[in-house]
T-cell receptor
Framework: AQSVTQLDSQVPVFEEAPVELRCNYSSSVSVYLFWYVQYPNQGLQLLLKYLSGSTLVESINGFEAEFNKSQTSFHLRKPSVHISDTAEYFCAVSASSGGSNYKLTFGKGTLLTVNP | GAVVSQHPSRVICKSGTSVKIECRSLDFQATTMFWYRQFPKQSLMLMATSNEGSKATYEQGVEKDKFLINHASLTLSTLTVTSAHPEDSSFYIC??????????FGSGTRLTVV
């Protein structure tokens, strides 16, 4: 079984400031890692994912996350945030090899609020 | 590609009635679909996993007779909330998995039982 811990439930920042949303996971098997973003009353949109290969993954809107196996972390970062980045961010993990139908386990979410 | 359409987006029903929520994969075949429930300001709670043509696997604590899941084809899964009560009011989200596309989520259904 897997578990995900998002250490911060809320992160307020000012526009154009850098931000890091923390995510740690635990698993007895190899995993895939994901970050999803959710805007109010909407479903989840995939922000980025780590499946294999380079441990640094990037999204098209400036976010990046680095898979650190030794620290079992997958922190999300952005060097300069915009008002429009205000949303709930979920870190998720799944087993990489067929167990439990590859179901996703989510963290509790981090509400990122970008203030002007 | 990899779009999941979920309907309705919002539904209000009377206590005791049943509500059906549909989740369709529009441009791919979804081998597995997942149904989640999300309470306000909380994370997603997996309710059940369904594979096309077989019975759904429910998570512990989820009443299978209340939350009926049907995955009759590779592009359609439905969740029926039977005899709905106010405590069933929630945001329900489906997700589909296809080998090449990973996980894709529907836009969610806000259910309000009055």
């Amino acid at each position: 079984a897997q578990s995900v811990t998002q250490l911060d439930s809320q992160v307020p920042v000012f526009e154009e400031a850098p931000v890091e949303l923390r995510c740690n996971y635990s698993s007895s098997v190899s995993v895939y890692l994901f970050w999803y973003v959710q805007y109010p009353n909407q479903g989840l949109q995939l922000l980025l994912k780590y499946l294999s290969g380079s441990t640094l993954v990037e999204s098209i809107n400036g976010f990046e996350a680095e898979f650190n196996k030794s620290q079992t972390s997958f922190h999300l970062r952005k060097p300069s945030v915009h008002i429009s980045d205000t949303a709930e961010y979920f870190c998720a993990v799944s087993a990489s090899s067929g167990g439990s139908n590859y179901k996703l386990t989510f963290g509790k979410g981090t509400l990122l609020t970008v203030n002007p | 590609g990899a779009v999941v359409s979920q309907h309705p987006s919002r539904v209000i029903c009377k206590s005791g009635t049943s509500v059906k929520i549909e989740c369709r994969s529009l441009d791919f075949q979804a081998t597995t679909m997942f149904w989640y429930r999300q309470f306000p300001k909380q994370s997603l709670m997996l309710m059940a996993t369904s594979n096309e043509g077989s019975k759904a696997t429910y998570e512990q604590g989820v009443e299978k007779d209340k939350f009926l899941i049907n995955h009759a084809s590779l592009t359609l899964s439905t969740l029926t909330v039977t005899s709905a009560h106010p405590e069933d009011s929630s945001f329900y989200i489906c997700s589909a998995r296809a080998p090449l596309f990973g996980y894709t989520f529907g836009s969610g259904t806000r259910l309000t039982v009055v």
